[in-house]
């Protein structure tokens, strides 16, 4: 008996049932209608445009930039498209999107959601053992601290393990001092939050989404710091398929928010 579950065409070409159910709960991708992106000035930026007009937000806000750099940027995710258009593959487009929908509206907001991260961040809670992965830990995640307690003034409590660590008010109130120095007016500022919202969610540290803002460290850097435990289980038991292809998308996101974040000047 063949495997309904198996190819989808039959011998002479027809599709099986469940194939042709798949098939069409497949997301269907906008054709590709231009033939050019490119980026074109207008008054107070540039704009990014496919054959002269202007793209548009899913909020229907025109994606313009005071940065040309950014607006390239943006422009070649879609230059880069093929038949379709396939928003997994543009995350510049989808981060500004966001920023200009949404982190436009109300940026202390999303800082305010940075900040609960630093309230539990993840360079606090450290392993008990095995050794290995403590010194690991304290390689990589130590001078992160020791730098945020010389620029900051802020002394942040370390824990063991996964129970909770209150942090002193005054330790988050200058983090967030310090982030909120990153914020400034018009979409400068409001694309440097969103990319650092981005940072911090992606690594589950608003400490090192504030290190790769002010140079302390690169986008790989932070990236192996936030992945230390899971890099540790992967050297003892090997890699899943499926969470390495997850984290490579991440990775992905993670680079388009320091593409643009470095463009910003």
Not at 245 to 258: D, I, V
Request: hydrophobic share 45%.
């Amino acid at each position: 008996m063949p495997d309904i579950l198996g190819d989808m065409d039959e011998g002479d070409g027809r599709q099986r049932p469940v194939g042709a159910v798949r098939e069409a709960m497949l997301p269907q991708l906008p054709k590709r209608f231009y033939k050019q992106a490119a980026v074109a000035p207008v008054e107070g930026g540039y704009a990014v445009q496919l054959d002269g007009r202007s793209v548009r937000t899913p909020a229907r806000k025109p994606l313009e930039f005071e940065s040309e750099a950014v607006a390239q940027l943006v422009a070649a995710e879609w230059q880069a498209q093929d038949k379709v258009i396939d928003p997994a593959t543009m995350p510049a487009t989808r981060l500004v999107n966001t920023a200009l929908d949404g982190v436009a509206e109300d940026p202390q907001a999303v800082i305010e959601d940075m900040l609960r991260y630093v309230s539990s961040d993840l360079l606090c809670y450290r392993a008990g053992s095995p050794q290995g992965l403590v010194e690991r830990q304290n390689a990589l995640w130590d001078p992160v601290i020791d730098w945020l307690r010389d620029i900051v003034g802020a002394n942040f409590v370390l824990g063991e393990g996964v129970m909770h660590v209150a942090q002193p008010r005054e330790a988050v109130a200058a983090f967030g001092a310090r982030l909120r120095m990153h914020g400034a007016k018009g979409d400068s500022g409001t694309l440097k939050v969103a990319c650092l919202h981005t940072f911090t969610t992606l690594t589950g540290s608003a400490m090192l989404a504030l290190a790769i803002a002010e140079g302390q460290l690169d986008a790989e850097a932070a990236w192996a710091a936030a992945h230390v435990d899971e890099d540790w289980n992967v050297s003892l038991w090997g890699e899943d398929a499926e969470a390495a292809a997850r984290r490579a998308q991440r990775w992905e996101e993670m680079k388009a928010a320091a593409d643009i974040f470095a463009r910003l000047g």
